[in-house]
């Protein structure tokens, strides 16, 4: 995941923009993909399971085409309309948790391309699915304030 254009994107997110869908906040959102690129190199580590039919369709949909990221989607372990509590003083913080996190992801998957980690709705996923899914998830959440 190529780190430079992601940070370029984030510097036209400020606290005050405004969601053009959605209830997160800017900072809720930069949270929100810190946690998911640090669940894919394992530094927030959950358990493997076997995705079950309806995850398994999802997956082929989202990571097996050229289908965007779908609105409404709640992240797995959460209930629609709840938001985690922010971890971050500010969203200047956050930003460079998220930019930190692309980092260690990059070095993680250099050192051990064939790694596969688990994705909470999807399994067990390697490398190039991993490749597959940040790029939509990002430009699902960078369009949710226009910064895509």
């Given at each position: 995941?190529?780190s430079?254009?992601i940070?370029?994107?984030?510097?036209?997110?400020k606290a005050?923009?405004?969601?053009q869908?959605?209830?997160?906040?800017?900072?809720?959102?930069?949270?929100?993909?810190?946690?998911?690129?640090?669940?894919?190199?394992?530094?927030?580590?959950?358990?493997?399971?076997?995705?079950?039919?309806?995850?398994?369709?999802q997956?082929?949909?989202?990571?097996?085409?050229?289908?965007d990221?779908?609105?409404?989607?709640?992240?797995?372990?959460?209930?629609?309309?709840?938001?985690?509590?922010?971890?971050?003083?500010?969203?200047?913080?956050?930003?460079?948790?998220?930019?930190?996190?692309?980092?260690a992801?990059?070095?993680?998957?250099?050192?051990?391309?064939?790694?596969?980690t688990?994705?909470?709705?999807?399994?067990?996923?390697?490398?190039?699915?991993?490749?597959?899914?940040?790029?939509k998830?990002?430009?699902?959440?960078?369009?949710?304030?226009?910064?895509?």
């Amino acid at each position: 995941m190529e780190s430079k254009s992601i940070e370029k994107k984030l510097k036209n997110l400020k606290a005050n923009t405004p969601a053009q869908f959605g209830i997160m906040s800017p900072q809720h959102m930069v949270e929100h993909l810190t946690i998911t690129v640090k669940i894919a190199y394992n530094r927030i580590k959950i358990p493997e399971f076997e995705p079950n039919e309806k995850q398994k369709f999802q997956k082929r949909s989202l990571l097996d085409s050229d289908m965007d990221f779908p609105r409404g989607v709640v992240a797995p372990g959460m209930n629609a309309g709840d938001l985690m509590p922010l971890r971050s003083v500010n969203l200047d913080e956050a930003k460079q948790q998220l930019i930190d996190s692309i980092t260690a992801y990059n070095a993680f998957f250099e050192s051990d391309i064939k790694a596969t980690t688990v994705h909470p709705r999807f399994g067990m996923l390697a490398y190039a699915d991993w490749e597959r899914f940040h790029p939509k998830h990002f430009a699902h959440h960078f369009k949710q304030f226009g910064i895509w």
